[in-house]
């Protein structure tokens, strides 16, 4: 089982950085899946537990210069480590002016992540920087403990507003209640409720649109036959919302979601690079 990978380009670094800072911000601890195309960030609290799961996806040749992994075994090709993510955002965070940064797993002492870190110096010769990142390495028999979280059929999907204008919604509301109601339909509304014994709130947009999902035989019929004012609505916490909206450094170029009525609501947040899914479970 081995792994590397280099990033000379500092735009790739700093991108790299600000998602991992996201990660951060969701997880304390996730699981780091190695292919030879992609990683995967994925956080699985059981949904049915009442916690909330992620799954971000990145092509590793978007970011990195050089990158080599073989995996558990040839037809297992992959690796599964178990990490803290702040622990990898701080390593990142020497490297803001690095001129290369390699990362390695190692295995000394314990299973570590090395992030080696070469910064511009003024001699001929170069200070690097290294940081060890302790990582556990997840058995193959638990892989399917990993998978992408299956998406229900929802009720309706719709485009979010701008996440910068939903996060100050949000921040205000959280000082009032500690669940917020989700609601949309298919006419591009949705509004943000919360309601306490003392205070109601509802913060309305309209407008949104609604994402062109095709059903399995092809043609675009989500909203056939359906009612399109008619709203669905989900109850959830809101510091789980509040934590996936400030932690967002990567500005998605997309930005929508599903709610399954009074289940859960799951957040896609798309760009370029990077496609993060964010599953929130309803409070009954």
Excluded at 153 to 166: A, E, W
Aim: a positive charge; one cysteine or more; proline letters at 4%.
């Amino acid at each position: 089982m081995r792994f590397r990978a280099k990033i000379v380009d500092l735009a790739c670094l700093s991108n790299f950085s600000r998602i991992i800072n996201t990660i951060a911000k969701l997880a304390k601890t996730c699981i780091l899946r190695l292919t030879v195309c992609k990683l995967y960030f994925i956080l699985s609290d059981k949904v049915a537990n009442g916690g909330a799961s992620m799954w971000c996806e990145l092509n590793q040749g978007n970011f990195f210069d050089e990158f080599q992994m073989e995996g558990v075994a040839a037809e297992h090709n992959e690796i599964y480590l178990e990490f803290v993510p702040e622990n990898l955002s701080r390593a990142l965070k020497t490297a803001q002016s690095a001129k290369t940064v390699k990362i390695k797993l190692t295995n000394k002492h314990c299973p570590c992540l090395r992030v080696a870190v070469e910064l511009p110096s003024l001699s001929s010769s170069s200070r690097i920087v290294t940081h060890d990142i302790p990582v556990g390495v997840i058995p193959r028999r638990m892989w399917n403990d990993f998978r992408e979280p299956s998406v229900p059929d929802f009720d309706v999907s719709i485009y979010l507003p701008v996440l910068k204008t939903m996060k100050s919604v949000v921040e205000r509301m959280k000082n009032l209640s500690n669940f917020i109601v989700i609601e949309a339909n298919l006419n591009g509304e949705m509004n943000l409720k919360i309601e306490t014994d003392l205070v109601s709130v509802t913060t309305h947009f309209k407008d949104l649109g609604n994402p062109p999902w095709a059903s399995e035989d092809g043609c675009q019929s989500s909203a056939q036959g359906r009612d399109l004012e008619s709203m669905a609505e989900a109850c959830i916490d809101i510091k789980k919302l509040q934590q996936l909206l400030a932690g967002q450094q990567v500005n998605p170029t997309k930005a929508l979601c599903n709610i399954v009525r009074k289940r859960i609501v799951h957040f896609i947040l798309l760009h370029e690079e990077v496609s993060l899914q964010y599953f929130i479970p309803a409070i009954a």
